[in-house]
């Protein structure tokens, strides 16, 4: 089928739908649906069989929505409507939650409904259970609705509020007041609970020493304590507040400025004149799993198997982050075990160096240095150890060196249905991280051209197939983690495994001896040197957009296939490759 994909940004969800349709043999075209006159135009070029709105705040023009099926996916269970849906299931405590297939009408989300699918509710931030519970749910909405769709039998079921399955109702947008924060009332539990019902988008407004910022990143801290509203410790960027019973870590803040220019940051870089007498609190890398804290990096050990969890705030890493991490890597390597598994978060793997810092840092070339580096330290550091097998297991997406560092890994496993965005140049970077030799080594070079040159995101089942990855398994997170810990441990376990490990030692040798792993690290970094240093680059101009949300004008040609004249075929070929 054609089909053709509205939406606000090519975001996870939009990519994901991409990936799945394209799989599944449809021919997809994507147009970010700027306004009316755009959306019309695109129906009118590409002339779809069923258009899909994954991820659309726009509303559909009726001339669209007249003569064609619109299908709106709405994150919401049957019945629910308005804007802000997942903020108040969140704020509501609700246990399950859903996502709705919907044909677009006069009124909005009280279409008829095509497929709705419920999935359970998690205690994480509204984008980390967009990216994953919520993704996934809408993936199976989407394709029971192209199926249904497809069958041409099927009668979409018009909203009724008499029905016993529908449960939803119209709830207006949450403004800031819904949620806001009374310190001297509100419990941990409330405070983490509201903070997440608004992060990443918008963000939850408050106060902090007369100014206004908006929070991100919470996490319940069990141990500290002071007068509520007070920040009574920092650590690793993240700065620690007092509650009526307890304590709470807020990783980021953004300042509100009359402009809205303003930067997502570490909190305690943004209020780094108000901290001098704040106290850093420390937390060991093996810290109780019970334990309430804020941690970025942890450590575990189970049956030979040592797990290195690192959960940096959307997936980005800066140059402490990155060096932390390799200290971390090195005191694992360090134990008597003999897998080591590199566990990413589960909202991100990894992205890859930290955009935002690098925008605030004085110098932002030299940042960009410096970040560049630490991140190759690590890499060096995986990539060079011979005492133990390294498994990579990617619970969350991956994109750019993120992606690489992953591959710096002995093996690869992915949860099913992550995003993998394994390119560097739609940020005008060549790109590092020892990119040059481990992704030809996995894919092949003519495929390692393609894939960082196409810059399109890919799916786990592609990713698998042509290398990239050595396995995807497990729909969710948690059973993900379950079946990682099965595969280690097996590996661990196996009567081969000196073998393995022999055998890994000695292509790591023969691989020096043609060529020295330096050799392709100082190659990258002068590419890298003339982006970040030289005049005509445009990664400072690309990194600026990315960071501030300036969106382009026009959706790029290699999404949208029906503005491309004439028609390029190695813009689907990757996409569809099997
Ligand atoms: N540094 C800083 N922030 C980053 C980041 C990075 N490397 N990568 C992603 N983010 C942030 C985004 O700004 C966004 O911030 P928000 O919480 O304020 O909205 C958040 O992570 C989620 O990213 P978003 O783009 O909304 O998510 P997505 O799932 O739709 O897309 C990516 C994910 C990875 C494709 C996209 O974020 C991206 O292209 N990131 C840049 C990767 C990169 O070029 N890294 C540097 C080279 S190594």
Redesign the pocket.
């Given at each position: 089928m054609k089909i053709l994909l509205l939406a606000t940004?090519?975001?996870?969800l939009t990519?994901r739908t991409h990936l799945e349709l394209a799989y599944r043999g449809d021919q997809v075209s994507i147009e970010l649906g700027l306004n009316e006159e755009v959306m019309i135009e695109a129906v009118d070029l590409y002339q779809p069989d069923l258009i899909i709105a994954p991820m659309l705040k726009q509303v559909i023009p009726e001339t669209i929505w007249r003569r064609q099926v619109c299908i709106i996916i709405h994150p919401g269970i049957k019945g629910d409507r308005g804007s802000s849906a997942l903020d108040w299931a969140m704020v509501n405590n609700v246990e399950s939650w859903g996502v709705t297939a919907l044909q677009a009408n006069e009124e909005m989300d009280a279409g008829d409904i095509w497929a709705s699918v419920n999935f359970p509710m998690e205690p994480v931030s509204k984008?980390c259970l967009y990216?994953s519970q919520l993704t996934q749910a809408a993936i199976q909405a989407i394709l029971q609705t192209v199926e249904r769709f497809e069958s041409g039998t099927f009668t979409p079921e018009p909203l009724d509020y008499n029905k016993p399955d529908v449960q939803g109702c119209l709830r207006p947008y949450m403004k800031q007041r819904f949620r806001a924060i009374d310190w001297s009332y509100d419990s941990t539990s409330t405070i983490v609970q509201k903070i997440r019902s608004a992060d990443?988008?918008p963000g939850l407004l408050d106060r902090i020493y007369g100014k206004r910022y908006y929070l991100?990143g919470a996490h319940p801290e069990d141990t500290l304590k002071g007068t509520p509203g007070e920040i009574i410790a920092q650590r690793h960027g993240a700065i620690c507040r007092a509650t009526v019973d307890g304590a709470v870590w807020i990783s980021h803040l953004k300042q509100k400025t009359p402009n809205r220019l303003s930067l997502?940051l570490p909190a305690a870089l943004v209020l780094a004149n108000e901290l001098e007498t704040v106290p850093e609190s420390d937390v060991p890398l093996e810290v109780s799993p019970h334990r309430q804290t804020y941690k970025e990096i942890g450590y575990e050990e189970k049956n030979q198997v040592g797990y290195l969890h690192f959960d940096f705030y959307?997936?980005?890493m800066s140059t402490d982050q990155c060096r932390r991490l390799r200290d971390a890597f090195i005191y694992a390597r360090s134990r008597k075990t003999k897998v080591i598994v590199l566990m990413g978060g589960q909202d991100f793997w990894s992205?890859?160096?930290?955009?935002?810092l690098i925008e605030a840092a004085e110098d932002p070339a030299d940042e960009s240095w410096r970040n560049i580096n630490a991140m190759n330290d690590l890499i060096h550091t995986i990539l060079t150890t011979d005492t133990h097998l390294v498994i990579a297991a990617l619970q969350g997406?991956a994109?750019?060196?993120?992606v690489m560092l992953a591959l710096a890994a002995d093996q690869v496993y992915a949860r099913r249905g992550i995003?993998l965005?394994p390119h560097?140049k739609?940020?005008g970077?060549y790109?590092s991280?020892y990119w040059t030799y481990s992704l030809p080594k996995r894919v092949g070079s003519q495929k390692a051209q393609e894939l960082t040159d196409i810059c399109l995101?890919m799916g786990t089942q592609v990713a698998a197939e042509i290398g990239l990855i050595d396995q995807a398994f497990a729909d969710q997170p948690t059973s993900f983690r379950q079946q990682i810990q099965f595969v280690a441990e097996e590996i661990a376990h196996h009567p081969d495994y000196g073998k393995q490990l022999a055998f890994k030692h000695e292509q790591r040798q023969r691989d020096e001896r043609f060529k020295p792993l330096d050799a392709y690290r100082s190659e990258e970094l002068a590419q890298m040197r003339r982006n970040f240093y030289e005049p005509d680059q445009y990664y400072h101009q690309q990194r600026y957009n990315?960071?501030y949300?300036i969106t382009a004008s026009e959706t790029p040609r290699h999404l949208a296939i029906h503005r491309q004249v004439p028609h390029s075929e190695i813009t689907c070929s990757l996409i569809f490759c099997q």
């Open positions: 940004a090519y975001n996870s990519q984008s990216r990443s988008q991100y997502k959307n997936g980005a992205n890859g160096i930290h955009l935002n997406n994109a750019a060196g993120g995003v965005n560097y739609r940020m970077l790109g991280e995101p990315f960071v949300k």
